[in-house]
């Protein structure tokens, strides 16, 4: 079993900045696949980013060259740096944790975990 519990997140005015955190338990953390997903209001939930235990870092197009996933194997945790942040970025956002590694790091139902997730709130 694995947990994961999302902080960081909060009211930003757009232009601003936030580093998103993921903390996860178990012992084995480096050997997980990691992800970021947001969902907001009346959406389906989306892929944000992605790292591979190896990591190499996938992003989705509306994000790239804004945000930076990134993690520290010896804390367990994988962030996400927000910057440059828009109206339309205001979501949940969510972290996930692939313990068994398979294709499709880019569809959430390949994701063995998920965090409680943390409301980001862009002010225009």
């Known amino acids: 079993q694995v947990q994961l519990v999302e902080s960081g997140g909060g009211l930003v005015q757009a232009g601003g900045s936030l580093r998103l955190s993921c903390a996860a338990s178990g012992r084995t953390f480096g050997s997980y696949a990691m992800g970021w997903f947001r969902q907001a209001p009346g959406k389906q939930r989306e892929l944000v980013a992605v790292?591979?235990?190896?990591?190499?870092?996938n992003y989705a197009d509306s994000v790239k060259g804004r945000f930076t996933i990134s993690r520290d194997n010896a804390k367990n945790t994988v962030y996400l740096q927000m910057n440059s942040l828009k109206p339309e970025d205001t979501a949940v956002y969510y972290c996930?944790?692939?313990?068994?590694?398979?294709?499709?790091?880019?569809?959430?139902?390949?994701?063995?975990?998920w965090g409680q997730g943390t409301q980001v709130i862009v002010s225009s």
């Open positions: 790292i591979t235990s190896g990591g190499t870092t």
């Open positions: 996930a944790a692939q313990t068994v590694p398979r294709n499709g790091l880019g569809f959430g139902g390949n994701y063995d975990y």
